[in-house]
T-cell receptor
Framework: GQQVMQIPQYQHVQEGEDFTTYCNSS?????IQWYKQRPGGHPVFLIQ???SGEVKKQKRLTFQFGEAKKNSSLHITATQTTDVGTYFC????????????WGLGTSLAVNP | NAGVTQTPKFRVLKTGQSMTLLCAQD?????MYWYRQDPGMGLRLIHY???????AKGEVPDGYNVSRLKKQNFLLGLESAAPSQTSVYFC?????????????FGPGTRLTVT
């Protein structure tokens, strides 16, 4: 079945270092969403990418959608302690845009 | 706007007991979802609904039932709880005209089955 893999599973950085998480799909995607979940919290929508090769920025966060629409990445520049949490990519199930397939997430820890 | 609320926040059940988790949203969303999240795992879809009076199975529906009698409420039932159902349960909703398909999540219910 359709699968999505995220790497790395965990990442420990010093505050101020950059961070990148990658999401790879077994199938070509129509779009992909990214969510952030703080420890003890619930997932919160960050962004949706739709177009091949699309790059979107939100302050220190840069999201990319691969040219083949089978992979995506999230890059955080100069991490802060407020970036701590788990980042999930969640593309829709092929043929049903309303059902999401969730990656296992990348847990980010930031040392002050 | 309260957004998506879940009741209760915590619950401990004994094996074989039943319970109902309530999800309510005040955003007039058509789509509603129930997920479970286990340690180190992503979210797994249990059941979902595309509108009042409709429900459909997700990827892990066994042992759960749902009902959507009112548009704003989505109930998740456990008829005979098992320790394997110990998890954090999240409800989410989305608006059918939203082109981003963003899902809005409730705060979660932590369920322990002993």
């Amino acid at each position: 079945g359709q699968q999505v893999m995220q790497i790395p599973q965990y990442q420990h950085v010093q505050e101020g270092e950059d961070f990148t998480t990658y999401c790879n799909s077994s199938t070509t995607l129509s779009n992909i969403q990214w969510y952030k979940q703080r420890p003890g919290g619930h997932p919160v929508f960050l962004i949706q990418l739709v177009k091949s090769g699309e790059v979107k920025k939100q302050k220190r966060l840069t999201f990319q959608f691969g040219e083949a629409k089978k992979n995506s990445s999230l890059h955080i520049t100069a991490t802060q302690t407020t970036d701590v949490g788990t980042y999930f990519c969640a593309p829709p199930l092929v043929g049903n845009n309303r059902k999401l397939i969730w990656g296992l997430g990348t847990s980010l820890a930031v040392n002050p | 706007n309260a957004g998506v609320t879940q009741t209760p926040k915590f619950r401990v059940l004994k094996t074989g007991q039943s319970m109902t988790l309530l999800c309510a949203q005040d955003m007039n969303h058509e789509y509603m979802y129930w997920y479970r999240q286990d340690p180190g795992m992503g979210l797994r879809l249990i059941h979902y609904s595309v509108g009042e009076g409709t429900t459909a199975k997700g990827e892990v529906p066994d042992g759960y039932n749902v009902s959507r009698l009112k548009k704003q409420n989505f109930l998740l039932g456990l008829e005979s709880a098992a320790p394997s159902q110990t998890s954090v349960y999240f409800c989410a909703s989305s608006y059918f005209l939203d082109p981003t398909y963003e899902q809005y999540f409730g705060p979660g219910t932590r369920l322990t089955v002993t």
